[in-house]
């Protein structure tokens, strides 16, 4: 497999009133098109800010982040605006829905804010939130649906324009362990239909075992896992 994603000695270190705060240090990585990644880290381990580098939402304080070979860090604030809403699909443990809405609303409000035409999204979001199960729930506001369907329209709404990598940041963390499994066999299958890069940062080792490939993260750096 193609190298997607490449990380070279890659810290970030915040500035705080007392003091810096290193949380990620000398970190590389390589990920691969069309893998299923597992990164599995304590709580405050740094998960969410490898995938916020990932995401080109945050720049690291030293080393380089690379997508095909392309130095992020170089990439103006056009080009990383561009680049997360045509690669990359986000999907969080907070689904950051809006519940007034209804379901089909909001899989293509992102996507209209983006500059498609209603009428090209909205059947292709009709087709994705019957893929995840909601063919019945489409036009149901987001108040009156589950804490697991809630997570299945945020991850359809992730994957609506078929982006090549879908971040997914504690996506089963907090659902019950029969809606989390429904949302992990999900995540598989969008990663075998649509050949889709799948990165999973969490702390549920279950879930991380499910990957093609398991990382750990401790003291800032990434390390391989075998026992997931």
Same mark, same amino acid.
Request: net charge neutral.
């Given at each position: 497999?193609?190298?997607?994603?490449? *990380?070279?000695?890659? $810290?970030?270190?915040?500035?705080?009133?007392?003091?810096?705060?290193? !949380?990620?240090?000398?970190?590389?990585?390589?990920?691969?098109?069309?893998?299923?990644?597992?990164?599995?880290?304590?709580?405050?381990?740094?998960?969410? &800010?490898?995938?916020?580098?990932?995401?080109?939402?945050?720049?690291?304080?030293?080393?380089?982040? @690379?997508?095909?070979?392309?130095?992020?860090?170089?990439?103006?604030?056009?080009?990383?605006?561009? *680049?997360?809403?045509? &690669?990359?699909?986000?999907?969080?443990?907070?689904?950051?829905?809006?519940?007034? *809405?209804?379901?089909?609303?909001?899989?293509?409000?992102?996507?209209? !804010? $983006?500059?498609?035409?209603?009428?090209?999204? =909205?059947?292709?979001?009709?087709?994705?939130?019957?893929?995840? $199960?909601?063919?019945?729930?489409?036009?149901?506001?987001?108040?009156?649906?589950?804490?697991?369907?809630?997570?299945?329209?945020? !991850?359809?709404?992730?994957? =609506?324009?078929?982006? @090549?990598?879908?971040?997914?940041?504690?996506?089963?963390?907090?659902?019950?362990? !029969?809606?989390?499994?429904?949302?992990?066999?999900? =995540?598989?299958?969008?990663?075998?239909?649509?050949?889709?890069?799948?990165?999973?940062?969490?702390?549920?080792?279950?879930?991380?075992?499910?990957?093609?490939?398991? =990382?750990?993260?401790?003291? $800032?750096?990434?390390?391989?896992?075998? &026992?997931?």
């Amino acid at each position: 497999m193609a190298a997607l994603y490449t *990380f070279r000695n890659v $810290g970030k270190t915040f500035s705080l009133p007392g003091g810096d705060l290193e !949380i990620l240090k000398n970190l590389d990585m390589t990920v691969y098109e069309g893998e299923m990644l597992g990164i599995i880290g304590a709580s405050g381990s740094g998960k969410s &800010t490898l995938l916020h580098l990932m995401g080109a939402l945050d720049s690291p304080s030293c080393g380089e982040v @690379r997508f095909e070979n392309r130095d992020m860090g170089l990439m103006t604030a056009g080009e990383k605006a561009a *680049f997360r809403n045509r &690669t990359l699909g986000f999907v969080f443990q907070f689904h950051h829905l809006l519940p007034e *809405f209804s379901a089909l609303e909001n899989v293509i409000m992102p996507a209209l !804010i $983006g500059g498609c035409r209603r009428n090209t999204v =909205l059947p292709m979001a009709r087709e994705m939130l019957e893929r995840v $199960g909601l063919s019945q729930r489409m036009e149901s506001k987001i108040a009156t649906l589950s804490g697991g369907e809630r997570q299945r329209v945020a !991850i359809a709404r992730a994957v =609506l324009v078929r982006p @090549r990598v879908l971040l997914a940041d504690e996506p089963t963390g907090n659902l019950d362990e !029969i809606s989390g499994a429904k949302v992990s066999a999900l =995540l598989h299958d969008l990663n075998r239909e649509l050949g889709m890069t799948l990165v999973v940062v969490t702390h549920n080792r279950e879930l991380a075992a499910a990957m093609d490939r398991t =990382l750990e993260l401790k003291a $800032g750096t990434l390390y391989e896992n075998n &026992t997931a």
